[in-house]
Each structure stands twice: as C-alpha cells, then as structure tokens.
C-alpha cells in the first residue's frame, strides 16, 4: 500500500516536497514513481526511483529542478520540487512495482500499486 501526501499551495518559485511512504515491504523492494494529471489530460509521468535506490528518470519538463531521495528506515521515497511553476499544477500520484523496464518507465500500466493521489497547487 501507498500513501502520497505533502500537496499543497505554494507560489511560483517556491519548494514542496511530496512523500509516498509504502506499507508491508521495504520501499528498496520497489521501483517507485510519481506521475501527475490534470483535469481533462492523460496522467503524465514525473519521475522514477529505480530498485536499489541509485538510478534515477526525470521528465524533461522538471528535469533540473525536481529531485528524488529515499529513506529507507521510513520506506518512504521523496520529491523535492523546486522553482515551481504554474503549469506544475496537478494531482500528484506515486506509483510502484517490483519490476519495471526501463524503457517502459513512462508507461502507467509498468506499475501495479497507486497511491491516492496529493494536489500540488502553484499560484501566479
């Protein structure tokens, strides 16, 4: 199970961080990634924190300025969002799996367990 939380509203340029603490096993077990959606559009993929905990994916839109670590005495994985922007604006969802293929890592349907999703909130 996964529980996102850390949403909220924030001026453009300002931080938040979002946590996906998961439940039942150990978060280095899982390939975890955070996805967003906004009404009316496909849920598009954000990041993605390999299995093992080094390798990490950034889309290009937050690339620079989104980050990820793990603790891994709280299995939780964390974004740091930075310099945020309006079009940052969207539900955010962490998303997990035991195997996911690089090269599919985009893909909602690589990952079996969802979280609820958080609103991230970025205003003018």
């Known amino acids: 199970q996964l529980q996102a939380s850390g949403g909220g509203l924030v001026q453009a340029g300002g931080s938040l961080r979002l946590s996906c603490a998961a439940s039942g096993r150990s978060s280095r077990a899982f390939t975890t990634a955070w996805f967003r959606q906004v009404p009316g559009k496909e849920r598009e993929f954000v990041a993605v924190?390999?299995?093992?905990?080094?390798?990490?994916s950034f889309a290009d839109s937050v690339k620079g300025r989104f980050t990820l670590s793990r603790d891994n005495a709280k299995n939780t994985v964390y974004l740091q969002m930075n310099s945020l922007k309006p079009e940052d604006t969207a539900v955010y969802y962490c998303?997990?799996?035991?195997?996911?293929?690089?090269?599919?890592?985009?893909?909602?349907?690589?990952?079996?367990?969802w979280g609820q999703g958080t609103q991230v909130t970025v205003s003018s």
């Open positions: 924190f390999f299995r093992g905990g080094v390798t990490t």
């Open positions: 998303a997990a799996s035991e195997t996911v293929i690089s090269s599919s890592r985009y893909r909602e349907s690589s990952y079996a367990y």
